[in-house]
């Protein structure tokens, strides 16, 4: 048996095993533990398709050599050879989705997330693109059908957010939106410029990953609960009620704000989850870090200045420094068609895992 197929072989097991566990009716009664196995009865189930197809594909290969050693018909050794050609190129094509399959998945990977955006260098221009960067990410986060809600927004005076927050809810949420973290720069002709001249500005994204409490265990008297009224849209409600919550945890001076909700007690939850995730990104960027000096990652590992994406309107052109990727179709892109840019990244990332030698 081939070493990829053994492990194949010891997942299948595993899916099995899990299988048997979601219909008892211990496990069933115990919420938590149930909803986790479901998941993994999922996650495996390709697994153990791709475990069947390759097992038959590498019985077929048997079973066409012996065809061709043994086999007198001159003809018939003809028909197998050439189904042996097409088995071995489907084989080894196989082994390599098989290979990235088994890459470890960071276990960050699952978890929904919390994007901010910034405007930084540029002033009015910087906040107008900060806003184009969110319309970019709502219009991918939709058509993945995922969900997502607008935590914070502060307004530029010409359009855009000076800052804006919101989370994302789904699948493996963020697996894929964890390499947008770092400065993207647009050059341009801005809005504000009666000259015609381009010029060149920048906004900042955080992506953090969704922290549970179990993750993070926050001591309640280390955080100071400010209220104050919203000065966001929403009408005049938010406006003349104390809606908005502001949480500073003392030990580390980490500011959150929440506003856009009409509660003040739904801004207080959001609050605690952005607290909570934004602390968690802390020790998330200390381990990366560390794994920086093992081998090159394509994750910001907390280093907001790190320059990572650059659109270019008079060129219609969207390069992403780190893998030095350049796309001359910048409109679908900013219009959030961002699959083209994640699936190079996702490559280049998993390339680098696989030069680890983690899959044999």
């Known amino acids: 048996m081939s070493n990829l197929l053994q492990k194949l072989q010891s997942i299948k097991e595993r899916w099995e095993e899990v299988s048997q566990l979601i219909v008892d009716p211990e496990i069933i009664s115990d919420m938590d533990r149930y909803v986790k196995l479901n998941k993994e009865y999922k996650d495996l189930e390709v697994f153990v398709q791709t475990h069947d197809e390759y097992k038959n594909v590498l019985d077929n290969i048997e079973s066409s050599r012996e065809i061709i050693s043994k086999e007198k018909d001159e003809e018939f050794r003809e028909m197998a050879k050439m189904e042996y050609d097409e088995l071995i190129e489907r084989r080894d094509a196989l082994e390599e989705e098989i290979k990235v399959m088994l890459i470890p998945k960071d276990p960050e990977d699952s978890k929904n997330v919390i994007v901010e955006i910034r405007g930084g260098t540029g002033g009015d221009e910087a906040a107008i693109f900060a806003g184009d960067l969110y319309n970019m990410y709502t219009r991918f986060i939709q058509n993945k059908g995922w969900k997502f809600e607008v935590l914070s927004m502060n307004e530029g005076t010409s359009g855009g957010f000076k800052e804006v927050s919101f989370s994302v809810s789904g699948d493996d949420i963020y697996g894929t939106l964890k390499y947008e973290s770092g400065v993207h720069r647009v050059q341009r002709v801005p809005q504000t410029e009666t000259q015609g001249r381009v010029h060149t500005s920048a906004a900042t994204v955080a992506v953090l990953p969704e922290a549970d409490e179990v993750d993070i265990n926050l001591n309640m008297s280390d955080i100071k609960k400010d209220t104050f ?68 990652t394509l994750v910001s590992s907390g280093d907001r200045s790190a320059k990572i994406r650059t659109y270019n309107y008079p060129q219609g052109r969207v390069t992403d420094h780190r893998i030095n990727l350049t796309l001359y179709n910048l409109d679908a892109i900013i219009n959030g068609a961002l699959d083209e840019v994640n699936d190079a990244l996702k490559m280049a990332e998993n390339t680098e895992k696989m030069k680890e030698g983690s899959i044999d």
């Open 229 to 296: 009224r919203s000065s966001g849209a929403g009408g005049q409600h938010v406006n003349k009620t104390e809606s908005a919550v502001r949480l500073t945890h003392l030990p580390t001076n980490t500011v959150v704000e929440c506003q856009e909700g009409r509660s003040q007690i739904k801004n207080y939850a959001q609050a605690l989850t952005v607290l909570r995730s934004r602390l968690y990104e802390k020790e998330l960027a200390i381990k990366n870090a560390e794994r920086a000096e093992q081998r090159r």
